[in-house]
Structures are given as structure tokens and as C-alpha cells.
């Protein structure tokens, strides 16, 4: 039987978004210990970096979040740095995982990997089945490598990696710059500002229109952590909640939460991405018993009263 006081666990990512919620319940977990790797430590884009790393952290278990990401606009600007920097942090990541001896590897992959005109719900058969938006490719090509990997590697070397593909992902501890966040944390910022600040009006970027399915970040991690346990063999599984949120909803969300009275502009020169977004979520409940557990508006309490405590210190504010 799996058990977490007798593995050591090595996250890469682990002081960022995603990673900050996974360490907390390892934390919860009594994990016997936990290495949190931070882009200062070793570069994982660079064979060297990463083969000291596992001479200096020999583990049982990775759970591989690290990765280079962006909002739209970021996406568009440097589209050669997201390709180069996810598929050489994931392939030299795995490989040499493999090569310590590593048990397992979790790894999350990214929804905009799939197909840009695929059926909905998106389901796992569908994920090769066309390109990806254009906008995005880049990174989302070089993380569909993953998906390649894990299954060369499983009939080469019967090397398990868990690939588990979250929706739109929200939450404490996000990216909050303006110019490279996703949509919800920019629109935490830029509520939480204008009401507390008292600003007459507030833009948002779009229609509104185009739906996502959001996911609370604690969920995430809570699902990763049950593949971890559960799971000995490789799987490529989406991780959402299954249903679909506009824009517009979250923002007359927020207005709610937040308080905010002002103006809301809406900016429809700005990008605003694929039209629809939802998972199917079949699979995670059938292999692992998955549901997220948090509503979107939940998760917007959580996460706004986290920003509004954290509003000076909140990564990438400036």
C-alpha cells in the first residue's frame, strides 16, 4: 500500500502556483520528505542542472509542475521561449527520473493542447485528433510531448507517468502581472484594486462570451496526489470540473464578491481566445473517484480574500 510517510517527493515547481497547493497537502500528509525544486536552484532546461539534481536529491516519487507559462499576450510575444523551455524542461525532467530510479512521475499537462476544433466535453481519445489554437501551439505542442513520452516510455522501460490535463486553474499563490496571467487572476487583481482603490471603472479584456471550465487549485493537487497513490501504471486523464463558466459570469462573480460598484469596460479590441472550453471527466471519476469539490464561486471567496491579504507580496505584482 502507497504510503506517503515513506516516500520522499521531489517537486519541481513546487514554490510556485500549482506547486505551492501540492506541498501543503504532502505537508498534510506527513510525507517523509519533500524536495521543492524553484527555477533558482537548478535549470531544468540544461542536462547538467538536472542530472545534479537527482545526484543531490535521490527520491521516490516526482510530481513534475514546473513550466513556463503565460496568459495570451504572452504567448504571442515569445513564442519560441515557451516551445524551447516546456520541452526541454520535460523531457530532460522525465529522463533522468528514469535513470535515478524514480518509482513514478506526475506530470500536468495543459488543456490548450487539445484539438482547437475537438468535440466537447473534451475527452482524453480526442487529444491528437487535430492542432491546437494557433495563439498557444507553441507551448502547447511542447507539452503534448509529454503525453509521447509517457508512452514510449512505458513499452520501452515500463517507466509509469501519470499525465493529468487541468482546466483553466485558479486559485492563492497565482500569477497576478496583468500582462502574463490568466484570466481569472487578472480579473482578481484588477477587482480587488478597483474597489479597494475606489476607481470609477474597470476593463475587462473581450466579450465575455468564451466559457472555460475553471477549477479551484486545491483540487488539482488534491487529484494529483490521488494519482500518485492509486495509480502504478500510465495514464493521460483530464483533471477539471466538467462544466462550463463564461467570462461574463465570473466577472458578475466577482462584482458580487468583491463589492465593486464602478463601471465595467468591456475591451473587445483585446484577444480572448478559443470560444469554448469543457472536460469531460469520465475517466478521473471512474479510475480515481475524482470530483472537484469547490464551486466557482467558492474558489473566486478564496481567492480574492487571499489577494486582498496578500495584495503587496502576491507574485508578479508590479
Not at 24 to 43: F, G, P, S
Not at 68 to 80: Q, S
Not at 129 to 157: C, D, F, V
Not at 238 to 254: D, F, H, K, P, Y
Request: proline residues 5%; contains cysteine.
Amino acid at each position: 500500500m502507497f504510503n506517503w510517510m515513506e516516500k520522499r517527493v521531489l517537486v519541481t515547481g513546487g514554490g510556485g502556483f500549482l506547486g505551492s497547493h501540492v506541498v501543503e497537502q504532502l505537508k498534510a500528509k506527513n510525507c517523509k520528505e519533500i524536495v521543492v525544486i524553484r527555477k533558482r536552484d537548478y535549470d531544468l532546461t540544461t542536462e547538467s542542472e538536472v542530472k545534479r539534481m537527482y545526484d543531490e536529491h535521490p527520491v521516490d516519487v516526482v510530481i513534475h509542475l514546473a513550466g513556463y507559462v503565460g496568459g495570451i499576450g504572452a504567448n504571442d510575444a515569445l513564442p519560441g521561449d515557451f516551445f524551447y523551455q516546456n520541452l526541454m524542461m520535460n523531457t530532460l525532467t522525465i529522463e533522468y527520473a528514469r535513470r535515478a530510479g524514480v518509482e513514478k512521475v506526475v506530470a500536468a499537462g495543459a488543456g490548450c493542447g487539445y484539438p482547437e476544433h475537438a468535440p466537447l466535453p473534451l475527452k482524453e481519445s480526442d487529444f491528437w485528433n487535430g492542432y491546437p489554437q494557433e495563439a498557444s501551439a507553441p507551448y502547447s505542442l511542447a507539452k503534448r510531448m509529454l503525453h509521447t513520452q509517457s508512452i514510449a516510455y512505458w513499452k520501452q522501460y515500463k517507466f509509469p507517468i501519470l499525465i493529468l490535463v487541468p482546466g483553466n486553474i485558479y486559485g492563492p499563490h497565482d500569477n497576478y502581472d496583468l500582462e502574463a496571467a490568466h484570466v481569472i487572476p487578472a480579473l482578481v487583481r484588477k477587482f480587488v484594486e478597483a474597489t479597494d482603490d475606489q476607481k470609477p471603472s474597470l476593463e475587462v479584456w473581450g466579450s465575455g462570451a468564451p466559457t472555460r471550465d475553471f477549477v479551484y487549485a486545491g483540487d488539482v493537487a488534491a487529484g494529483m496526489i490521488a494519482a500518485a497513490e492509486q495509480l502504478d501504471t500510465p495514464v493521460f486523464m483530464n483533471m477539471a470540473r466538467g462544466e462550463e463558466t463564461s467570462i461574463r459570469a465570473v466577472v458578475e462573480a466577482l462584482v458580487n464578491v468583491t463589492g465593486y460598484r464602478g463601471e465595467i469596460v468591456w475591451n473587445t479590441s483585446r484577444p480572448e481566445g478559443q470560444s469554448r472550453r469543457v472536460f469531460d471527466m469520465s475517466l478521473a471519476k471512474s479510475k480515481l473517484g475524482f470530483s472537484a469539490s469547490t464551486t466557482v464561486i467558492d474558489g473566486l471567496k478564496k481567492t480574492v480574500d487571499w489577494y486582498r491579504e496578500n495584495r503587496l507580496s502576491a507574485r508578479n505584482v508590479v
